[in-house]
């Protein structure tokens, strides 16, 4: 199944945001987060039918007023309800989102239709959520009796709060396929090989170990990283110049480049909007908490793939 | 080789560094990428058109946030906290480790969904965490609060990044068997899930650890302080 039913619910949801900020006369910038939200919403609902260049065009505008226009932080509106309803029942809409996408994530592959199953492992897994979201916005509307319209828009409030830092992820999807068509990582293997005495096992080991790591950082995600570096040092040089072991020299590799996840601003989705949705001082202050853990879990890494690859 | 494909990394490095607006790094490396990467405007718009639209399912967890708004206004922080009080002397650490170890099993049997910064973290534990250390240090400084927080969702990325590799359908364990697969060295998704359970050991037993201290460092400041362990044991 197709994720545009999706998309225009999210679309939905960030146009009811949009509506929400142009309404919030006394708040900074109304227009520009107005704006914001509203190209986000049309990129949603309307995407897959506008010319690309447009859309393209719309997601500048979108980068623009994310890093020039809407202030960094924007003052929630008070959101405290008259009477707090609820007790420890509020826990179950919370533990109902998790529980029901895991089930449906596993359940919907299963659904068949006349073509065969109607949804893909992915698409299953985001149904899932979506759907899970759903329902327990249903439930927790019963539990603390407000009205749905209420509820979403407590949540566009907090969507506010957590601001551009929520889109991130999407412009650094864009910008890594700019990277992908540049030949940037490329460009880095190639620069490695040559610099480096590469037919010394150990520099090998550590080119190949510490480049995960360098290039997920540059890129943001360990998924990029490893084809150009697997493909750049640990085949052609570990495997075939000083006959590796391929399994552990691809997990190992992999989660060199997981570290480098856990120390980059380019991580967006793990690091940045965390530290949004958290309402930390410091954006960088995820990644800082977790600099300690990656440093020493990369060198182990480095001994572990002198140890296991051969 | 190209060496001027390298100056949108050395964007992204310096604007990061300068600690530049993320949203203005993104799009200065990206006008320097499409022109070193010779497109043309309309081109490179496009480009930025279509792969923007193929990432727009990292946005669904936004569907979570009526569900967290709705049941934090009623007040679910304020339950969390109740209920970690109540539970006595879980030190934040402690309650964090806890957090980890379910995380990474969870995650290696494939179960990704018990978790995430939306879903778990914001509205559950870090109020947990937060309020395990004001309940040792009633006068929290705002840096070991703000600390307490970062921990939290650094501690559901950890438990996330190494538990998932274990698992043989997770992408990344099929992705490295694909690449090797076309270049014709045969990997079993089996093998390359295994050889990731030395790094998850690993990642537990460091993160544990800082996480250990986390609690001994709270434990001082509260003695400096002059708040002693609740229970009043002195040695």
Redesign the interface.
Known sequence: MS?TP??W??GL??AVTSWRAASDGQGPRAWARAALYGCLAI??LA??VLP?????????VV??L???LVP?QVAVRS???AR?????R??W??LF??AL??LL?FGLPHVQGAAGPIFTA?SA??Y???LA??L??VL??R??R?API???L??????ES?G????????????????A????A???A??MG?LLPLDRAYVAVLAYGLGMAALTM?MGN??AA??VI??GIG?PYL?QVHGAD???L???G??CG?CG??L???A????????A??E????N??I???V??AL??LA??LI?LGL?CW | ???W??L??AV??LG?ALRQ????V??M??LV??A??G?QP?Q?????????????????????????????????R??ARQWIVSRGNWMPGRLLTLYLLIRQVAAALG?T????????????V?PMAEAAAEARCPDLPDSTR??V??????T???GL??GE?IFIAF???L??QA??AE?G?E?TPL??????I??AI??FA??AF?LWRLDRQLAAEARSAGHGPRDGAAP
Request: with cysteine.
């Open positions: 994720l999706l998309y619910l999210i949801f960030l990129l949603f995407g897959d690309r260049a447009l859309v393209g065009g719309l997601v500048l980068a623009v994310a890093g020039f960094a959101t405290a309800p707090p309803r609820g007790g420890s509020l826990l809409p919370i989102i998790p996408t895991l994530s992915q897994a985001l899932g959520l979506a979201c759903v327990s916005l927790a509307c539990v603390t407000e209420s509820a979403t407590r949540g566009a409030d907090l969507l957590i551009w830092a929520v889109m991130l992820p999407l412009l650094l999807a864009m910008l890594g396929s700019l990277f068509k540049a030949g940037v490329q460009a880095l190639q620069a040559t540059a360990a998924f490893f084809p697997a493909g085949l495997v391929p399994a552990p691809a997990a190992i992999m989660l997981y996840t856990l980059t601003p380019m967006a989705n793990f690091n940045l909007v965390p530290a949705l958290l930390l001082k410091d954006r202050g995820v800082a908490a977790q300690g853990t020493p879990l182990g890494n572990l296991f | 080789m190209n060496t494909a390298l949108p990394i992204v490095i990061f607006h993320p949203a203005r993104i799009l490396a990206a990428a499409a070193v990467g497109m309309l490179a718009l496009e480009e930025i058109g279509d792969s923007f639209l193929k990432a727009r399912f990292l946005l669904v967890i936004v569907l979570a946030l009526p569900v967290i708004a709705v049941v934090e206004a009623h007040g679910l304020e339950l179960l969904s018990l978790g995430g910064h939306a879903q778990m973290v914001r509205p559950l870090a703000q600390r927080k970062a921990t939290s969702a650094a559901d990325n950890v990044f190494f590799d992408g990344a364990v992705l490295m690449f090797f270049r060295v990997l093998s390359i899930a295994l050889w990731g030395p790094t690993l990642a460091i993160h800082r």
